[in-house]
């Protein structure tokens, strides 16, 4: 038993969720339909036996009265009449019975009833061969037991009509239950289809492009499914973003490459035929090889800190912001021996600390400060500021440089982005991307702009007290 049980667990189980959902459906709407139809029945084969019965108690007392001066009888009416009842007087003492036979079953509780020593009591039998209902009751005052039969037939066919008409009832009310959680399971799980759909479909062709059709109008907030639809489509989204943004990166990076790897194999054929080089030519062809090999290295490692998304947690720890400028301005005066660093650190904002890599964030500034070298005319000052305003940690580098057109300015945090007057001046055009990249991992904002008087301005909000 239990293991037929578990077998049908286990096949319900292993239905699509719209069987399950549209049986779910029609057995609860069944059984409450069944429920209901059996309730009704029996409610009305007490009501009709209960009428029969008082029937049988109303005769009774009207016979009482009529009995005065009766003795015991066998019988007044024979029970073959429909709606007449039958009625007979048992003695308690059997040797008072008449001659003739009783018409109604006598019993040991006949006698009882007739000396009081029993409860009047209903019963049912069968007399000549018909379905009948007896109450049998003490004749008050007297040693006898009157008993009152009725024909129940009337009463069974009512009962079995109403079996009849009940369960064809029921039965339609299963059929409708069923055509309901159909119906139910099919609106209700048709979102669910469409987004089961979806999803194979992207799983089978692997392209983020597909989306989830909404039902039209449809807010974010209506049912659940929409919702689950709508955040899938936009979870398909970012993925979409992600994915483009990953080839971009690396169609980028094979373009980038493609350049200094050519420069490179020539240089390593030129070298390959040393023999028919003059012995400057040969040391030219090696430390342009040499330099070429530092560039790619450099731009590998660019391209690989790049791809790498987000801080490694264990590396995060309370960083002093202006420490790091401090120690950043430093490391880029012994580079730049010709730029003048001036670093102005507002006292409120010298002993702030945040959470953060240091590496990252010194690589951060280093090339924001590499860049307004680059870019700075010869000897021209950099300006580098740290404000503590408002809860937020502001920084600023400002060169007096060409500055950046306002063309570029949307485009100098893109990858490779490397303005037109930029480009005879060595650099990938990565530094920002990973400057930015940085600063949001670090919850930063970083942005450019036009200093005023000329010059480039790089200004990184952070904001403080998170930890
Ligand atoms: N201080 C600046 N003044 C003027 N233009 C700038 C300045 N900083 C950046 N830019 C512009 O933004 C572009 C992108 O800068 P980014 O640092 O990303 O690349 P890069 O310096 O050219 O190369 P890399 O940093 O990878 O060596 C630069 O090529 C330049 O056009
Ligand atoms: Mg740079």
Redesign the pocket.
């Known amino acids: 038993m239990t293991g037929r049980r578990g077998l049908g667990a286990r096949w319900v189980r292993r239905r699509p969720l719209r069987t399950r959902l549209a049986l779910a459906a029609s057995a609860a709407v069944a059984v409450v339909a069944i429920g209901i139809c059996a309730a009704a029945f029996l409610i009305l084969r007490h009501q009709m036996t209960r009428q029969l019965e008082l029937n049988l108690a109303q005769t009774a007392t009207q016979v009482t009265h009529q009995t005065r001066g009766w003795g015991p009888t066998a019988g007044d009416t024979s029970c073959r009449y429909q709606a007449v009842p039958c009625v007979q007087i048992v003695p308690s003492d059997p040797a008072r019975d008449p001659r003739e036979r009783y018409e109604l079953p006598v019993a040991d509780a006949t006698r009882k009833v007739a000396d009081g020593r029993h409860e009047p009591y209903y019963s049912k039998l069968t007399v000549a061969g018909q379905p009948v209902r007896m109450f049998t009751t003490r004749l008050p005052g007297r040693d006898e037991a009157l008993q009152v039969a009725l024909r129940s037939d009337t009463v069974e066919t009512g009962v079995q009509r109403a079996a009849w008409a009940l369960s064809a009832v029921g039965g339609a009310g299963v059929l409708l239950a069923a055509v309901l959680g159909y119906w139910v399971s099919r609106t209700g799980l048709a979102p669910v289809a469409r987004l089961t759909a979806t999803a194979e479909r992207i799983a089978a062709t692997r392209d983020a492009r597909h989306r989830i059709e909404l039902p039209r109008g449809a807010s974010a907030h209506e049912d659940e499914i929409t919702r689950l639809a709508t955040t899938f489509n936009t979870m398909l989204g970012e993925l979409e973003q992600s994915v483009t943004a990953q080839r971009r990166l690396v169609a980028d990076a094979s373009h980038e490459l493609r350049t200094p790897l050519t420069a490179l194999r020539t240089n390593a054929e030129l070298l390959a035929r040393a023999d028919r080089l003059t012995d400057a030519q040969r040391d030219r062809a090696s430390s342009a090889l040499a330099r070429q090999l530092r560039e790619v290295t ?1 731009l590998v490692n ?1 391209l690989i800190e790049l791809a790498r998304d987000e801080e490694p947690q264990p590396l995060v720890e309370q960083v002093r912001p202006a420490a790091l400028l401090e120690h950043a301005v430093g490391a880029a005066r012994e580079h730049w021996p010709e730029i003048v660093f001036t670093a102005r650190i507002d006292p409120a904002a010298a002993g702030t600390t945040v959470p953060g890599v240091p590496s990252r964030l010194a690589r951060l500034l280093s ?1 924001l400060l ?3 070298a ?2 700075s005319p010869p000897g021209g000052p950099v300006d580098t500021e740290l404000t503590l305003t408002a809860g937020q940690l502001d920084l600023t580098i400002r ?1 007096h ?4 057109a306002d063309t ?1 300015l949307p485009h ?2 893109d990858r490779f ?3 037109k ?3 005879a ?9 990973m ?1 930015r990249q940085i600063a949001r991992a670090h919850g930063a904002e970083l942005s ?1 702009e036009q200093a005023p008087g000329g ?2 301005l ?1 200004r990184m909000r952070l904001p403080v007290g998170v930890a």
């Open positions: 450099t660019d090339n590499d860049n307004a680059k870019f060169d440089g060409p500055g950046i570029d100098v945090f982005y490397r303005a007057a930029a480009r001046l060595p650099g990938s055009g990565l530094g920002l991307a400057a450019a010059g480039a790089f």
